[in-house]
């Protein structure tokens, strides 16, 4: 029962003092009877409201924040009981309004009742945990042929590693045996029987391999990599693993190049092989710049068992909404155009996908940093990603939806690169599948590699290009028309190729460290071709992609750098930056009976969203 304005008289001179005047009495009853309350609650609230001011006298303006702070107070519960009773889609609030039936019974189109059941709720009283679990969606058959990562649980493991364990003694040997190997694969591509080592003096050239990295003696600070600064790292079994500085001969080339490049990238991390020799000076003179072997392109061939092979693909990139809200309406509006453009998709393709490149729930927003959310993240991430996925997969049957994650992921609990995927915890539908970060898999035999890094930005900040001439420059494959052999961003997805690395640069930039959480010891997760010499079975039908010996027929890296889809070789690089910036990208693959490449079958458009 509520107070009187006695009662509340009272209370409120022995909780304030017998000396508070009236006006301020009056206005205090008002309030007390707005919200229901008695006056030892307004006394509490206004000991939270003047505890950051300290001691004060109650006053007029004291009224006034109490009275904001309740009104914020019944807002949050407003969007709490919103999150927590739904919207009105379910099968009790289609029929809100309508002309009312007996419970039990639904009528039909011939006027024979059909029995129901009645839904149960927990915010009605029921307790579910007595109910049969509701029944999950069931995947019908899909028009695409997916192979992702293995889900074994020895596989899993792998990816779920537990991190902060790092050893020195494990990423030394991790950071040599990536040189060793791509020693072998010099050797083997220009045909030398021994590698040198660029510590020791000699009269003759040598062929050396080894590993970028910057003088921290020469600069201070975080300087970007030139070539006074420049050094080479080998291996401990090719030269004891001494850095030595790197000096360019006035005429150095570069051998088996890319044509019309006129140069080599060198960044910190970068794997290479350089022809020359130490006279004895304390550096390493090089005469010829040896363009690293490059990976075959993937031969495509396996068909679905449907016998059709051509899809369509939408590539969409976080964040989902600006910094200003948490309201994903881009992410609305792009579920909207999935929607309302189907009709036209499936025309023009036999299937659709979807790759949606995290975050998705982002740790740097601004209401994420400060706290300043309703709901849950595992709450928010099922209502606005997974409920609005399930709606388009259940207007399209047949298509699915990829999630990678991304290290700036609340959701996911592993904050190191490289990632795994989210946890099945969040999503239990067959039709969305999630990957690890990075991932390779193949839809319809077609070899795809994502990753949510943006190391593009990362390669761009601290690439040195080296101009030399050119020496056995290979022409094949020829760039499409209106892309040129220099064209920046296309050189910057070959470092990711060449060095057959999803994150090629070591260490990470120190401006950029946050960024990325760099796991050395685990590199091997983020490789695009395995070091072993295992043999490629089955790729494209039941077995895992990833170690897959061929160069990715598309290559997806998510960059803040300007949109664009370019040809790198024999691979599609795209980039359709994020979809804050109302841009996606749409892929189209004409299917294997069509003639040519692959690359020459795939088609790609920067499309922007409207709305």
């Not at 990423?171 to 220009?190: N, P």
């Not at 970028?212 to 070539?227: H, M, Q, R, T």
């Not at 599609?572 to 841009?583: E, G, H, Q, R, Y």
Request: glycine content about 6%; hydrophobic content about 35%; some cysteine.
């Amino acid at each position: 029962m509520a107070a009187t304005p006695e009662t509340l008289h009272t209370d409120i001179k022995q909780r304030f003092g017998e000396d508070l005047e009236d006006n301020l009495v009056s206005e205090c009853v008002k309030l007390c009877q707005q919200h229901n309350i008695n006056g030892e609650d307004l006394f509490f609230k206004w000991e939270a409201v003047r505890f950051s001011r300290g001691p004060t006298q109650f006053s007029l303006g004291d009224i006034q924040e109490i009275k904001k702070s309740m009104q914020r107070d019944l807002m949050k519960a407003n969007v709490a009981k919103k999150f927590a009773r739904g919207n009105l889609s379910g099968p009790q609030s289609r029929n809100f309004g309508a002309t009312p039936v007996k419970t039990g019974v639904r009528p039909t189109v011939m006027g024979t009742p059909t029995p129901i059941k009645p839904m149960m709720r927990p915010q009605d009283g029921f307790d579910l945990s007595r109910v049969a679990e509701k029944v999950l969606p069931v995947a019908g058959p899909s028009r695409v042929a997916f192979v992702g990562p293995s889900l074994d649980e020895e596989s899993r493991k792998k990816r779920a590693y537990r991190y902060m364990y790092e050893k020195v003694s494990e990423r030394s040997e991790v950071l040599d045996d990536r040189i060793d190997y791509f020693g072998d694969l010099v050797k083997a591509y220009y045909d030398v029987e021994e590698l040198g080592d660029p510590a020791a003096v000699t009269e003759e050239e040598v062929i050396v391999v080894g590993r970028v990295a910057l003088d921290s003696e020469s600069s201070s600070g975080p300087v970007k990599l030139n070539e006074a600064s420049l050094m080479l790292e080998s291996s401990r079994m090719m030269g004891s693993g001494v850095r030595v500085p790197v000096r360019f001969d006035p005429e150095v080339s570069v051998r088996r190049g890319k044509r019309g490049m006129g140069g080599q990238g060198f960044f910190p991390g970068a794997i290479v092989a350089l022809k020359g020799k130490n006279g004895g000076g304390g550096s390493f003179l090089a005469t010829e710049i040896l363009t690293l072997p490059p990976l075959q392109p993937s031969a495509a061939l396996v068909k679905p068992e449907s016998g059709d092979s051509h899809f369509s693909m939408f590539v969409v990139s976080g964040p989902f909404t600006s910094d200003a809200d948490l309201q994903f309406r881009p992410l609305q509006n792009l579920i909207s155009k999935l929607k309302t453009s189907k009709p036209a998709v499936v025309l023009l393709c036999t299937s659709q996908s979807i790759i949606q490149v995290g975050p998705f729930i982002d740790t740097t927003h601004p209401s994420i940093k400060v706290g300043d959310i309703d709901a849950t993240p595992h709450d928010m991430f099922r209502t606005e990603f997974i409920d609005r996925l399930r709606d388009f997969l259940d207007s399209s049957p047949g298509s699915i939806v990829l999630l990678i994650p991304s290290v700036r992921d609340i959701l996911s609990d592993h904050a190191v690169f490289p990632q795994c995927e989210l946890s099945h915890a969040l999503c239990n539908d067959p039709r969305i599948h999630l990957l690890p970060n990075p991932a390779r898999f193949t839809i319809n035999g077609v070899h795809i590699a994502a990753s949510s890094v943006d190391v593009l930005f990362h390669l761009r900040k601290e690439e040195l290009f080296k101009r030399a001439a050119e020496i056995e420059p290979l022409t094949a494959p020829v760039d499409p028309e209106g892309q040129g052999p220099s064209d920046a961003m296309a050189n910057l997805c070959r470092h990711v190729l060449q060095q057959r690395n999803f994150y090629p640069i070591f260490p990470v930039p120190l401006d950029l460290a946050h960024e990325v959480n760099l796991d050395v010891s685990h590199s091997d997760l983020l490789y695009l071709a395995p070091e072993d010499d295992e043999e490629e079975e089955g790729v494209g039908s039941s077995a895992d992609p990833s170690p897959a010996k061929c160069a990715p027929d598309v290559l997806v890296i998510p960059s803040r750098l300007k949109q664009f889809s370019k040809v790198v070789d024999h691979t599609v690089a795209i980039n359709p930056s994020s979809l804050t910036k109302s841009t996606y990208a749409v892929l189209e693959y004409a299917g294997h009976t069509a003639p040519g490449p692959v690359r020459d079958r795939l088609k790609v458009e920067i499309s922007r969203l409207e709305g």
